[in-house]
């Protein structure tokens, strides 16, 4: 438990009007004890704590030794900082309202009669409003600080908080975050919101730095302040993660990057995942929170080696709390409403200056979330109780009906509004029947009682929270007309992948796309979306939507993309005869752009048009890249092996009906060939011998390592570890590298075993997030390929080239024509590897250019009949 004996009043009860002045919060007394550390960066000065601390004594000095209730217009600027901590250093309440919203100011103002008032000017200067010398009110000398529940709404109902929940949830939230004197946070909330606040208390404490800005995560001048302060941390609410997937988060370098927290709203599991998984790239930690006003600011937290395995929990409660399950009617033994104990929960309410005179009045807080405790210990939150509604005398739960929404791909806000459901839904006009239908069936209610109002943009507090208001109002109105390519894009999921039952929530791996698809649907997004992120493939058809470009700025001055199947070699031959097409200025992701180049470069080489060797062993390196990307996503162990064992089965059934017709059609080929058996049961050296050992490497890596994934501890070994796993794998890779046992086949740099650390190291560049990693497998690259070719120089040179390329750059710059072909290439690689054999052979000695242009041709038709045989055979 956190030792609250530093700051409560001892000899007598804390709770007692007659209680002599309290201790007051170490963040806001003691400031001085840091010295030169710097405390806040702005956009105008650093300030040492030090000075900080001066300027809060002269403050704190003017405010005189008397307490009084100071109304403080919130504002993330110096001013209102070193007057809030003034206050709480000499014990004077803070009624701390939002600084830009007049109403609020004006109406809290005339509800409890400050004794101060501490706002800007019109001319933006400082002021303190002293109305009254001594305080009109009675106030309890518990009470620190006054906040309210409400947003910006400017509701008398406040939350009390003492100096020990401010000290005590201060010193939790550092202690799990595990901020030091080294940290900077910025100021990415707002200083009247409890989450905001917190940050603020809790950097304080520890002695690090504050980033003061009022600057949005949308603003470029926000980002140029915070990587030039060296900015460690990053506050969220669910809206602020829309804004940083429409400004392109996960493209940034953020090299002092250590953390981001998320509270304020439920974020959807699939968010969590995926920004957790983007955070153990680049090297910080995603801390999921759950909180609220009466309990200071945090009661939970999900451990960051925990958020892409259960995204859906809310965690564990922080440390000095405690949670229960109060049985509620209606519901299962083990969902409760869901109360918290700690040091951290408020005194009680306030309604009127007349509770300024309370003491405690609450030992525990009734959350009013519906929450249950799963298995694992992890806690989750399962609905709002006092969110219950009745309609038509059937009892509905609004939270429920937007999880049940969310399901069916629809992102809502939901509310009671006397004798209807008021429902605003995140999507595209024409949507409201189909949504209307699924709340009136999901709830039971008749579709009379469900009003639906669709909208590009879903209403929020100043907080960030939903506003539940204006939802209410919003669907009293007539419908606005909205416009979008969200149903285009998911008709482009549902085409490529096959899967009719894609919705605005799906996401490419969650559909199970593979390495085997992602070229053609990386291309089509592109082309629909005007550019395309890195991490397109994790995120949903609603998050790519509204990283939309505007229709006047996408390439060709198309609308979308093409509506039903467009075969990937129509297209291209389109683009390239298309004189607008070369002027489109595209880019292209390095892994396909390999694939490409690649496959025209072994074929030409077998063919001998020209001699330049050594993309096969590029390819490994790519399959492990994809692999990486494709099999190891945020979803639950065994979906993942489900998909890479689907994935296996992609690559192997074709190979080994075409090997297997090649077995039986010539002599060229050892039957070991056609089950892929061949580096494990054939002696022989001939050159057809080893024709297919690309496809049995590629197979044999992705069987031991589905059945390595489906242990449950290398599964978690591998969530938490996402680089140091594919690096010690590499490391493993060495000994068959340098063939230490003895396992290497006739033909070493063809064995499986010796060729395994390429693909480990791709998978390694994959999850690679900062310099120093590149680097480290830079230099694993420059000193393991020299020797495997023996004396081919131009061959070791260009693989390092290769690989180094897929390390560091990963995008390239193309054009329309270019990328069309490269897709169509790439997509077909492996097809055209499998079918070049039978058909170079006989042209190779007097039309080699027909052969090379062929053996593509041909790979290419083969790769359209697997893909149609595959969406008739669903399980391959």
């Known amino acids: 438990m956190i030792d609250l004996s530093g700051y409560l009043p001892t000899s007598v009860v804390p709770d007692s009007p007659l209680a002599p002045w309290p201790k007051i919060v170490s963040f806001a007394r003691g400031l001085a004890a840091y010295g030169d550390r710097v405390a806040l960066v702005t956009p105008d000065e650093e300030l040492s704590y030090r000075r900080l601390a001066d300027r809060v004594a002269a403050v704190a000095e003017r405010l005189g030794p008397v307490r009084r209730l100071v109304l403080l ?60 010398p001594e305080s009109a009110h009675t106030l309890h000398p ?118 981001v927290t998320q509270a304020g709203g ?78 951290n929960v408020m005194l009680g309410y306030a309604e009127s200056p007349a509770d300024l005179a309370l003491g405690r009045v609450v030992r525990e807080l009734h959350t009013g979330d519906l929450a249950r405790r799963a298995s694992d210990g992890l806690y989750e939150i399962v609905g709002r109780r006092s969110r219950f509604v009745k309609i038509l005398g059937l009892r509905i739960d609004p939270q429920q009906v937007e999880v049940l929404l969310e399901g069916r791909g629809v992102t809502a806000y939901c509310a009671g509004d006397g004798e209807a459901l008021a429902v605003a839904a995140l999507g595209v006009a024409g949507e409201e ?20 109002r669709v909208l590009s943009e879903l209403p929020r507090l100043a907080t960030g929270k939903p506003d539940h208001e204006a939802v209410r109002h919003l669907t009293r109105t007539e419908q606005e007309e909205t416009t979008g390519t969200g149903e285009d894009l998911r008709r482009l999921f549902a085409e490529i992948l096959d899967r009719a039952d894609a919705t605005e929530d799906s996401s490419f791996v969650s559909l199970g796309g593979d390495s085997l698809c992602y070229v053609e649907m ?54 390239w005869t298309a004189p607008r097409s070369w002027r489109t200025r595209r880019t292209l992701e390095t892994g396909i752009a390999l694939r490409a180049v690649g496959i025209v470069l072994i074929v030409g080489s077998h063919v001998q048009v020209f001699s330049i060797k050594g993309f096969a062993h590029i390819l490994i390196g790519v399959a492990g890249y994809n692999f990486a990307r494709f099999q190891l996503t945020g979803a639950a162990r065994r979906e993942r092996v489900r998909h890479l064992w689907r994935s296996i089965a992609r690559i192997a059934v074709p190979s080994m009906v075409w090997i297997t017709g090649a077995v039986v059609l010539t002599d060229f080929y050892d039957p070991a060939n056609a089950v892929l058996l061949n580096t494990l049961l054939s002696q022989g050296n001939d050159r057809f011998d080893w024709a297919y050992w690309f496809v049995e490497a590629l197979v044999y890596y992705l069987i031991v390592l589905a059945a390595l994934m489906a242990v449950p501890f290398l599964d978690r070994l591998e969530r938490r570890y996402a680089f140091g796993v594919p690096l010690v794998l590499t490391a493993v890779g060495l000994v068959g590298r340098y063939d230490l046992l003895g396992l290497a086949s006739a033909r070493p740099q063809l064995s499986p075993s010796v060729v395994f650390w390429l693909f480990a190291l791709g998978w390694a560049a994959a999850r690679a997030g900062t310099v120093r990693q590149r680097a480290l497998l830079t230099a694993v690259l420059l000193l393991t390929v020299p020797g495997l070719f023996q004396d081919q120089f131009l061959r070791t040179a260009l693989v390092i080239a290769g690989l180094g390329l897929l390390i560091w750059v990963p995008t390239l710059p193309s054009v329309g024509p270019l990328s069309a072909l490269a897709g169509v290439l790439a997509s077909s ?25 062929a053996s593509l041709v041909l790979g290419v038709a083969y790769a359209v009949v697997v893909t149609r045989a595959a969406r008739t055979v669903r399980w391959l």
């Open 433 to 452: 029947e189909r949504i209307r239908r699924l709340v009136a069936e999901g709830c039971g209610l008749p579709a009379r009682a469900v009003r639906v």
């Open 522 to 575: 990386s291309l089509r997004l592109e082309e629909a979306l005007g550019h395309l992120p890195t991490d397109w493939h994790t995120r949903t058809v609603r998050e790519l939507r509204a990283l939309a470009a505007p229709v006047a700025e996408r390439p060709e001055g198309r609308d979308g993309p093409e509506p039903g199947p467009a075969p990937g070699l129509v297209r291209a031959l389109r683009s």
């Open 73 to 132: 217009a919130g504002a993330n600027r110096t001013d209102a900082l070193v007057t809030y901590l003034a206050a709480l250093s000499c014990g004077h309440p803070v009624l701390l309202v939002p600084g830009d919203n007049e109403n609020t100011i004006r109406s809290l103002t005339e509800a409890y009669a400050p004794d101060v008032v501490a706002r800007p000017n019109a001319d933006g200067t400082w002021a303190l409003d002293e109305r009254h």
């Open 829 to 853: 690689s492996l097809y055209i590897y499998l079918t070049h054999y039978q058909v170079y052979p006989y042209l190779q000695e007097d039309f080699p250019l027909t052969a090379l242009l």
């Open 266 to 343: 439920r974020l959807v599991p699939e968010r969590v995942a995926r920004y957790a998984e983007l955070g153990r790239n680049s090297g910080w930690e995603l801390f999921v929170m759950y909180g609220q006003t009466e309990a200071t600011a945090r009661m939970a937290y999900l451990p960051p080696h925990l958020a892409a395995e259960r995204p859906e929990a809310v965690g564990v409660p922080i440390p000095g709390g405690s949670f229960r399950l109060r049985p509620v009617d209606g519901h299962g033994r083990d969902v409760g409403e869901l109360v918290y104990s700690g040091p």
């Open 142 to 259: 518990d009470l620190a600080l006054l906040l309210s529940t409400s947003g910006s709404t400017g509701s008398p109902k406040l939350v009390r908080l003492s100096h020990g929940n401010l000290q005590a949830n201060a010193e939790s939230i550092a202690t799990y975050l595990g901020i030091d004197e080294t940290d900077r946070a910025a100021t990415t909330l707002p200083m009247h919101y409890c989450y905001g606040l917190s940050v603020i208390h809790s950097h304080l404490l520890r002695g690090a730095g504050l980033i003061l800005t009022e600057r949005s995560v949308s603003d470029a001048a926000f980002w140029e302040e915070f990587r030039a302060a060296r900015g460690t941390s990053l506050a969220g609410v669910p809206y602020t993660f829309n804004l940083l997937d429409r400004i392109g988060f996960e493209r940034m370098r953020l090299p002092h990057l250590r953390r």
